[in-house]
């Protein structure tokens, strides 16, 4: 059976990731584990990238292995990650990865981002 809400009903309603981002508020916790995540990732990404030659950790990120997946949905890829997190085009996030301290200090401020607002 199922039950429809009314607009009386939905007015007091918050559904769970409001909630949480709610109470996370109040205890003045941020989110520590997602921004943990996406520099690892991106520091690994930036090792990877330096190595010179053609090594299997480096063909699996950029995702050119023969061959061709199940009928599925497609799973999120590395470079699909690094695409939305930094905003750049794969080239131009391989060419700054030879750069170390450069994408050191860009992988750092796009994975631990400010929070102005206070």
């Not at 030659?53 to 699909?80: H, S, V």
């Amino acid at each position: 059976m199922k039950c429809e809400r009314t607009e009386k009903d939905s007015a007091g309603y918050m559904d769970n990731k409001e909630k949480t981002e709610w109470v996370l508020n109040q205890a003045g916790v941020k989110r520590e584990l997602l921004y943990t995540v996406k520099a690892r990732k991106l520091a690994y990404y930036g090792h990877t990238m330096r190595k010179q030659g053609g090594c299997l950790e480096k063909e699996i990120m950029q995702g050119t292995m023969p061959g061709a997946r199940r009928r599925a949905r497609p799973r999120t890829a590395w470079m699909d990650n690094i695409k939305t997190w930094t905003g750049l085009p794969v080239e131009e996030s391989v060419r700054m990865t030879a750069d170390r301290d450069k994408w050191r200090k860009y992988a750092h401020g796009v994975a631990n981002p400010r929070i102005e607002d206070g």
